[in-house]
């Protein structure tokens, strides 16, 4: 549950939110979460459900299909799904930030009603393909090219490339990637060309485009990622996603905003260890007594305490910051840095206190142990809102 401390920023709907998305976390998702884990297969069942829940359409209007609630709302069903499965979590964090939100965002009134019903209902799933094997945190080192060329319906997009760790890219019900694609040049006020970054619409199945296999990870195995191969794909010169060579700027926001859904993620694992890890702490007798009575194993779980509401906190004030309209860029970085490391920290204390059970993959803490390394380095790595956070501070790093 929300405490109190926290709950006091969030509203009646959003509490029964989070209370409702508890629930089904532990009714549908906790008890197949180890099957789907071990068969890395999304189970596109759940994925049904959620979207029957209205998960995917929360921070969206009920013009284009949503539920009308905000950014909040969306991290707070995202936390709740984090602490029994990361890989589900990541499936909707990703699929509204990464792969709605820049449609909602930036695209035309003909890309939204193609696109936006069938997506903000969970029907359909986005992908976001930014991450080249050169191009990561540097994104301004995209190899990825489109070119306009005539075609017998008009002009068209021909994109070449490659793209690395796409998240949802591979499902049976993906129908659209956002690749990142330079698209020619432009000559800034300092009289340096530079390459224009755009963003453009590939839908799934276009010729040309192929899905790999997808990756064998150390964790996440239920979430679907793939590297993606783009050779002489074309799609229709409309189908360029917001103004020519905003890309860049574009994206910037979406990885902003994308990083307090990504914390909320990481806490709500963080969340999910100290659970199990009080849980087993209490119910395991060594020498006559719990193990929770001894002062080492509870202050490790004090600790653990800690870092949850430390990083929920977070998470809550950028998004509150992000839904109100002020700045929250430095925010969002203090927040994705702060729940990584609680959940990379909480995963191993509570792999610990579990002791040789902590090490059987059966085990939830020994998945969040495995799911929470990329917590320190998806969306940006941890080095990046290092650097994002000493700007805001005024520093050069």
Request: charged share 20%; aromatic share 6%.
């Amino acid at each position: 549950m929300i405490p109190d401390t926290a709950a006091t920023a969030l509203t009646d709907e959003q509490r029964k939110l989070s209370q409702t998305v508890r629930e089904f976390a532990d009714e549908v998702v906790a008890p197949a979460a180890y099957q789907y884990d071990t068969e890395r297969r999304l189970p596109m069942e759940i994925i049904a459900q959620m979207g029957d829940l209205g998960l995917f359409g929360l921070p969206f209007p009920r013009e284009v299909g949503g539920q009308g609630e905000d950014y909040v709302s969306l991290c707070l069903a995202v936390e709740a799904l984090a602490r029994v499965d990361q890989s589900i979590a990541v499936t909707l964090e990703a699929g509204v930030g990464l792969g709605i939100m820049p449609i909602y965002r930036h695209g035309t009134p003909e890309q939204k009603e193609r696109w936006l019903p069938d997506l903000v209902a969970g029907r359909a799933l986005a992908a976001f393909g930014l991450t080249e094997a050169g191009a990561g945190s540097d994104a301004g080192a995209t190899q990825t090219r489109a070119r306009l060329e005539p075609g017998p319906g008009g002009d068209e997009w021909v994109i070449d490339g490659t793209k690395q760790f796409i998240t949802n890219s591979g499902t049976p019900i993906t129908s659209v990637v956002t690749i990142t694609a330079v698209t020619g040049e432009r000559v800034g006020r300092d009289g340096v060309a530079r390459p224009e970054l755009s963003s453009i619409l590939v839908p799934a199945g276009t010729p040309g485009l192929a899905v790999g296999e997808p990756y064998d990870k150390v964790g996440w195995h239920t979430s679907d990622t793939h590297p993606l191969a783009l050779d002489d794909v074309r799609v229709p010169a409309s189908n360029l996603l917001g103004e020519r060579g905003r890309g860049y700027a574009n994206f910037l926001r979406v990885l902003d905003e994308g990083r307090i859904a990504f914390a909320a993620l990481a806490t709500g694992a963080a969340q999910g260890c100290l659970e199990e890890a009080l849980r087993y702490a209490n119910e395991r007798e060594v020498f006559g007594h719990s193990i929770g009575s001894n002062q080492h194993v509870a202050f490790t779980l004090a600790r653990m305490q800690a870092r949850v509401h430390a990083a929920r906190l977070c998470w809550l004030d950028a998004a509150l910051k992000l839904t109100h309209g002020k700045p929250f860029k430095a925010e969002a970085s203090v927040a994705k840095l702060t729940s990584g490391e609680a959940a990379m920290a909480n995963a191993r204390d509570a792999s610990q206190i579990f002791g040789g059970y902590g090490f059987l993959n059966a085990n939830p803490v020994a998945r969040h142990y495995r799911d929470s390394k990329i917590l320190e380095v998806g969306e940006g790595t941890t080095e990046v809102q290092l650097m994002v956070i000493a700007r805001d501070l005024g520093l050069t790093a």
